[in-house]
């Protein structure tokens, strides 16, 4: 007992250097304080492993039910997927699809239409596989450039194109393209559309209308022809723990190119990357999921949009610009040089990321983030400027 308690004694120095969502400074990050009620999930479904899912059938059976939920959520009542890593799992195990439906076509490459703002996952995905990528402009509106994307198509039909990545929540600025458009264009020439909902995914159906934009589409589900998959993460928005990625496609028809088989377990096929894996996020997202439904998200998300707007009426008390109006719960700050701007107030204590596709500093309005802490933030970037 005396050495356990010297290990958890050091154990706790070592944590006691993170930063703590709720000290209000971790502003770049897409994750947040997870549900309460996890601390107790956690602990029930520690031993699980639905890399072994026959072993643990309730375990299974959960997840079942919770990519039902989401599902439903996606306006789709019988889905098929799996809780898993992250967003990043999810993505490529959505390209595994397209790779395999293209080598079914004859074709060695996939040739894959992806937007400017896509996930560095997908970069992974194309060192992994034999993915051609072409990459999409973006528009006045940060997205994807449909006029130039229905222009390439049609050039290229002799090519062949097997897939487009589209973005429901972009991770640099929220933003979110215009899948309506794409699903039509991708209806005419059978092409299969992914949605990278990692981060919308659990914000953009939740959103009231008085905080969508005027004049731009935040329709992005199953509902529309041609989505056959959706990467959402419940470790994002939806308030649960890490690891608790979400993959989800069409219907059980997609399986088929995922499955390896695997003789010496329960079930005799995988379809999941990771092999061992942990039952804890797909309880917790399930126990949330209960816990709060619909009213408590959507409730989540408006605070999380009031916030946002709070912290563009402090900054235009500044005279800071921001790069667009907020999609999301996300504002990129305009600043000339914010790499330097980012590590001056990391100095100061405040962590924040940068954009890639603008020079602007960017902040994640999660549910961690208070009017108070907005406030704080504010004095010490007007102070870092003076500075």
């Given amino acids: 007992m005396k050495k356990e308690k010297e290990i958890l004694e050091k154990l706790k120095k070592y944590r006691e250097m993170d930063l703590k969502y709720e000290d209000g400074r971790i502003l770049g990050s897409m994750c947040t304080k997870p549900h309460p009620i996890s601390k107790k999930i956690v602990e ?22 919770v990519i039902k939920m989401i599902g439903e959520m996606l306006h789709n009542n019988n889905p098929f997927g799996y809780i898993i890593s992250g967003g990043t799992e999810a993505n490529i195990t959505a390209m595994r699809v397209v790779k395999k439906m293209a080598k079914e076509k004859g074709r060695r490459e996939a040739n894959i239409l992806i937007p400017e703002t896509a996930h560095f996952s997908f970069e992974k995905a194309r060192e992994m596989m034999d993915l051609n990528y072409t990459v999409v ?76 934009l005027e004049g731009y589409n935040y329709h992005f589900d199953f509902s529309l022809d041609n989505i056959f998959s959706i990467t959402v993460d ?55 999921m209960k816990v709060l439904g619909p009213d408590g998200y959507r409730e989540i998300v408006s605070q999380c949009m009031e916030n946002t707007y709070y912290l563009v009426k402090r900054m ?72």
């Fill in 44 to 65: 029930m479904f520690l031993e699980t492993n639905l890399g072994d899912p026959g072993l643990f059938p309730g375990t299974k059976r959960l997840e079942e039910e």
């Fill in 137 to 212: 402009p973006l528009d006045r509106k940060y997205t994807m450039d449909v006029k130039y994307l229905k222009d390439y198509i049609e050039d290229n039909i002799e090519k062949g194109i097997d897939g487009i990545v589209t973005i429901a929540g972009s991770t640099e600025l929220g933003t979110i393209d215009n899948i309506p458009e794409i699903s039509k264009v991708a209806k005419e020439y059978n092409i299969y559309i992914h949605v990278d909902a990692a981060f919308g995914g659990f914000v953009i159906p939740f959103l009231e209308e008085r905080y969508k």
């Fill in 234 to 288: 419940p470790h994002k928005m939806g308030l649960a723990p890490i690891p608790a990625g979400g993959i989800l496609f069409r219907d059980f028809s997609f399986k088929r190119y995922l499955d390896v088989e695997t003789p010496y377990l329960t079930e005799d096929s995988q379809a999941t990357l990771i092999g061992t894996r942990s039952g804890i996020g797909v309880a917790a997202t399930w126990g949330i």
């Fill in 316 to 387: 235009k008390e500044y005279s800071f610009e921001r790069v667009i109006d907020p999609v999301l719960n996300i504002v990129a700050i305009k600043d000339e040089d914010p790499v330097n701007t980012s590590l001056i107030l990391r100095k100061k204590g405040w962590y924040l990321s940068i954009c890639r596709c603008v020079d602007a500093l960017r902040i994640v309005v999660m549910p961690h983030i208070t009017k108070e802490h907005i406030d704080r933030f504010i004095d010490a970037l007007a102070q870092c400027k003076r500075d």
